[in-house]
């Protein structure tokens, strides 16, 4: 049975309100947004997408043998739940691009992680936007230069949290959410990327 620790925020808080939004500038050209209880029923969804959605461990090659990924991670491919649809319109009218792919990963427990990396789509886009709505307990999510050196930010995203990572950060900068032995209980992440340039407004 899977455990994660209730909101330590304000559950009469405006839903999807962006009233509160703290821009964090990690240089002139990358920032990270940061929205503390975004999402005020985040326990309801992480049930629910425990249950409903397709969990996968997926595995990878790391120095020459096949290894699993520390997490698990479930696709949502073509339309979305109505729950997770209503998240995706709310951040696509306010940073005026289409969200047209999610991913939910499943920290269970500390010692699942996922390792320093830039997200795999500033490959194929210049400056792209990531969202992320944090489910169930907070985990430590760290920032660092790409290539290495000292953490330069740290978060502690859950209950309902939202982040978005923008600008150059996937160029410049990595991002990790380390292995954490006494973390309170298990975490969901929705990730939410776009496939076509940013308007005006990102």
Same mark, same amino acid.
């Given at each position: =049975?899977? +455990?994660?620790?209730?909101?330590?925020?304000?559950?009469?808080?405006?839903?999807?309100?962006?009233? !509160?939004?703290?821009?964090?500038?990690? @240089?002139?050209?990358?920032?990270?947004?940061? /929205?503390?209880? &975004?999402?005020?029923?985040?326990?309801?969804?992480? !049930?629910?997408?425990?249950?409903?959605?397709?969990?996968?461990?997926?595995?990878?090659? =790391? &120095?020459?043998?096949?290894?699993?990924?520390?997490?698990?991670? +479930?696709?949502?491919?073509?339309?979305?739940?109505?729950?997770?649809?209503?998240?995706?319109?709310?951040? @696509?009218?306010?940073? +005026?691009?289409?969200?047209?792919?999610?991913?939910?990963?499943?920290?269970?427990?500390?010692?699942?992680?996922?390792? &320093?990396?830039?997200?795999?789509?500033?490959?194929?886009?210049?400056?792209?936007?990531? /969202?992320?709505?944090?489910? !169930? @307990?907070?985990?430590?999510?760290?920032?660092?230069?790409?290539?290495?050196?000292?953490?330069?930010?740290?978060?502690?995203?859950?209950? !309902?949290?939202? =982040? /978005?990572?923008?600008?150059?950060?996937?160029? #410049?900068?990595?991002?990790?959410?380390?292995?954490?032995?006494?973390?309170?209980? +298990?975490? =969901? @992440?929705?990730?939410?990327?776009? #496939?076509?340039?940013?308007?005006?407004?990102?």
């Amino acid at each position: =049975m899977l +455990a994660w620790q209730d909101s330590l925020f304000d559950q009469s808080s405006e839903r999807l309100s962006f009233d !509160g939004v703290r821009r964090d500038a990690l @240089s002139a050209t990358s920032w990270v947004d940061v /929205v503390p209880g &975004w999402l005020p029923e985040h326990e309801q969804l992480f !049930g629910w997408l425990l249950q409903h959605a397709d969990w996968h461990q997926r595995s990878r090659v =790391m &120095w020459e043998q096949e290894v699993l990924e520390p997490r698990l991670t +479930a696709f949502f491919d073509g339309g979305l739940p109505p729950a997770l649809e209503e998240l995706r319109l709310a951040v @696509s009218d306010r940073y +005026a691009v289409e969200f047209d792919s999610c991913l939910v990963n499943l920290y269970r427990d500390g010692n699942d992680a996922v390792a &320093w990396h830039g997200d795999s789509v500033r490959k194929t886009m210049l400056n792209p936007l990531v /969202v992320t709505v944090s489910l !169930g @307990s907070a985990r430590r999510f760290l920032v660092r230069r790409r290539g290495g050196g000292p953490v330069l930010k740290e978060y502690a995203p859950g209950h !309902g949290d939202l =982040m /978005v990572m923008g600008g150059a950060m996937q160029h #410049s900068f990595e991002h990790a959410v380390p292995r954490q032995p006494h973390a309170s209980g +298990a975490r =969901m @992440s929705v990730t939410m990327r776009h #496939s076509h340039p940013v308007g005006p407004a990102g």
